[in-house]
């Protein structure tokens, strides 16, 4: 037993990753923050003072970020002034802010108060990141094309992403966006996700680099692959989704502790992580831990 021991602990010494390319991005991650009106409370919860403790966590333990990721659902109810109140709450980042929009949001209102962050009425954006291509997809559904509080890319959001993909030229891709193009297990948010998620997948198929998805949407830390392709879906900062796989409605949240998401890029793909910023503390050493 003590040499099959030894010789296992040789195999890990030799097999130390060395030579696997350095994660060089960070970025963080926010999604799913649902500002209200002040005082307004989701299941009895401050979704502001959430999201300025996630921001605040985030700022004080990764200042090396490269930027910050909004993936959506960045108001309750799309309203002007909640906009103004994530304008706020975004006063003092310290990094570049990327923001997209998930079926919560409302364009107009929130292209009055983030002009920059519009461009031809979406709010997608393309960024260089540890080697990787990051495109943030607006999954906003303005017309209808998908049931109430699903996702939708329309051609002119498809073009701009075929455009962005072959510029990209075999670049590890990081897709980040609200709606996810794949099933997650709820049944009732299964209802509501992208609604046309071929045409998202059979462009990410056709990809010739790695390719990864980054969602939210859902409230509840996933990871998996569809169809070949990697992908995680984050908690929101303040609600989460409760573990009821079945449960055909999509309006059941829980007070489980809100987190933020950590992306490191490198130049064969991304590692995420995701930090439940209110119960995180700092480690102890243990010389006999791994
Ligand atoms: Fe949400």
Redesign the pocket.
């Known amino acids: 037993m003590g040499c099959a021991w030894d010789v296992h602990a040789l195999c890990i010494l030799d097999f130390q990753p060395k030579t696997l390319p350095a994660m060089t991005g960070k970025l963080l991650v926010l999604?799913?923050l649902?500002l209200t009106d002040p005082g307004q409370t989701i299941i009895g919860l401050d979704p502001a003072a959430r999201s300025r403790a996630a921001l605040s966590h985030a700022i004080r333990t990764h200042p090396d970020a490269d930027a910050l990721l909004l993936l959506?659902?960045l108001t309750h109810h799309g309203r002007p002034g909640q906009y103004s109140g994530l304008a706020a709450l975004l006063s003092d980042i310290p990094c570049p802010v990327f923001a997209t929009l998930?079926?919560?949001d409302d364009a107009t209102a929130f292209g009055a108060e983030f002009p920059d962050q519009m461009t031809d009425g979406f709010a997608c954006h393309a960024l260089q990141n540890g080697g990787m291509r990051v495109l943030l997809l607006d999954t906003l559904d303005r017309d209808g094309s998908a049931p109430r509080h699903g996702g939708w890319l329309c051609n002119q959001r498809l073009d701009w992403l075929d455009g962005e993909m072959a510029a990209a030229d075999g670049a590890p891709l990081l897709i980040a966006c609200?709606h996810p193009p794949f099933a997650t297990g709820f049944a009732g948010m299964d209802g509501i996700g992208l609604a046309n998620p071929r045409a998202l997948l059979d462009r990410l198929q056709a990809y010739r680099g790695p390719v990864q998805l980054l969602c939210?949407?859902?409230?509840r830390t996933i990871s998996g692959a569809v169809e070949g392709i990697a992908f995680t879906t984050l908690k929101?900062p303040c609600h989460q989704m409760p573990m009821a796989l079945s449960a055909k409605t999509t309006a059941l949240s829980v007070d489980e502790p809100g987190a933020y998401g950590i992306a490191l890029t490198g130049p064969t793909g991304a590692v995420i992580h995701s930090e439940d910023f209110a119960v995180a503390m700092a480690g102890s050493h243990d010389p006999d831990s791994a």
């Open positions: 999604t799913d649902h959506g659902d998930g079926n919560h609200h939210g949407h859902v409230h929101s």
